[in-house]
């Protein structure tokens, strides 16, 4: 049957003295019950299938905004019907965007293009910009200055390949032909 001889047994002592109807009803519930704990845990709704995608916190906050104006509810209920933290909805981005670092990243990137975004940052430290590497890194990515990676060239190319003249006898390390 392919299977060990461990699964043998165990299969033995689970279902050994079982018949088809009890085995039947034993599966069910096994089925039920693995469907309950799912439901239990968020993952499926009544149905079986998989609950939806839980919201990002940007439409979080927009719902939890919307809950508080038309339904006249406090923060603290708005945020527990949408279960989002309150100090996660108070919480306010410190994102630092300049659009002149982004200009001169951009500048760096297109007067010098084999640069990775490592590179521009070490060139804008010298020019006395304090930046992070991860916020250098961040509007590399947003203005879509990645590199390619380039594919591994051939130690021959295949130009030179045709070039080669072709032998007519194989020469031995004692030079004698064959």
Request: hydrophobic share 35%; proline share 3%.
């Given at each position: 049957m392919g299977i060990s001889d461990a699964t043998f047994y165990n299969w033995k002592n689970k279902f050994g003295g079982l018949g088809v109807s009890e085995r039947r009803s034993l599966r069910q519930l096994e089925d039920e019950n693995r469907r309950l704990k799912q439901m239990e845990a968020g993952q499926a709704d009544a149905s079986g299938?998989?609950?939806?995608?839980?919201?990002?916190?940007?439409?979080?906050?927009?719902?939890?905004?919307?809950?508080?104006?038309?339904?006249?509810?406090s923060n603290r209920r708005a945020c527990a019907v949408i279960q989002m933290?309150?100090?996660?909805?108070?919480?306010?981005?410190?994102?630092?965007?300049?659009?002149?670092?982004?200009?001169?990243?951009?500048?760096?990137?297109?007067?010098?293009?084999r640069y990775s975004y490592q590179r521009i940052h070490i060139l804008l430290q010298r020019e006395g910009w304090r930046v992070n590497h991860k916020c250098v890194l961040r509007i590399y990515r947003e203005e879509g200055l990645n590199l390619r990676h380039k594919r591994a060239r051939r130690r021959?190319?295949?130009?030179?390949?045709?070039?080669?003249?072709?032998?007519?006898?194989?020469?031995?390390?004692?030079?004698?032909?064959?």
């Open positions: 299938c998989r609950a939806k995608k839980a919201l990002k916190t940007a439409k979080r906050r927009r719902s939890i905004t919307f809950l508080q104006d038309s339904y006249r509810v933290s309150r100090s996660n909805y108070s919480h306010k981005s410190r994102k630092h965007d300049d659009p002149a670092l982004r200009f001169r990243i951009c500048e760096i990137a297109k007067d010098r293009v021959v190319a295949a130009a030179h390949r045709m070039d080669r003249p072709e032998l007519n006898a194989i020469y031995l390390s004692n030079n004698l032909l064959i």
